[in-house]
């Protein structure tokens, strides 16, 4: 992975060693397969716990009445409603800054287009003229 870039006329490139790609690589990786296991442990929670809360209940939510739910169902579906309650506020306002992050990383492109194409004739201006090659003095 190489990244490079014109500073005054001046190529420079940046080429991290192959070093910092491993180790970052390898940091991705034990990320990954923590999550991975979290994930597992949670998973192997909620089997558990639906497993040992089988005993039926009656649920009742203003006219309507459930009867024969198991606890760990209506715990569970709690569960999901709530972070589907909690999560929709949060993804509106994230999807809002993304919105607007991506509006103002398109106005930054545009003015830097324009910064650019008013700041070329300057800078053909400012370059000095080729002079010939000087030759070396005759003895």
């Not at 034990?30 to 979290?38: C, E, K, L, N, P």
Request: include cysteine.
């Amino acid at each position: 992975m190489t990244f490079s870039e014109s500073c005054n006329g001046v190529a420079v490139t940046y080429r991290p060693s192959t070093d910092a790609v491993t180790s970052t690589a390898a940091t991705v990786r034990y990320r990954m397969t923590s999550g991975y296991v979290i994930v597992a442990v949670l998973a192997a929670a909620v089997a558990v716990f639906a497993l040992q809360n089988r005993a039926p209940t009656s649920v009742r939510f203003f006219v309507w009445t459930l009867d024969g739910l198991p606890i760990a169902g209506v715990a569970l579906a709690s569960l999901v409603i709530g972070l589907v309650v909690a999560g929709l506020p949060l993804w509106i306002r994230g999807w809002r800054w993304h919105s607007r992050a991506r509006s103002a990383e398109a106005r930054v492109a545009m003015l830097e287009k324009a910064l650019a194409e008013r700041d070329q004739p300057l800078l053909r201006r400012q370059q000095p003229p080729e002079s010939p090659p000087s030759r070396p003095p005759t003895p």
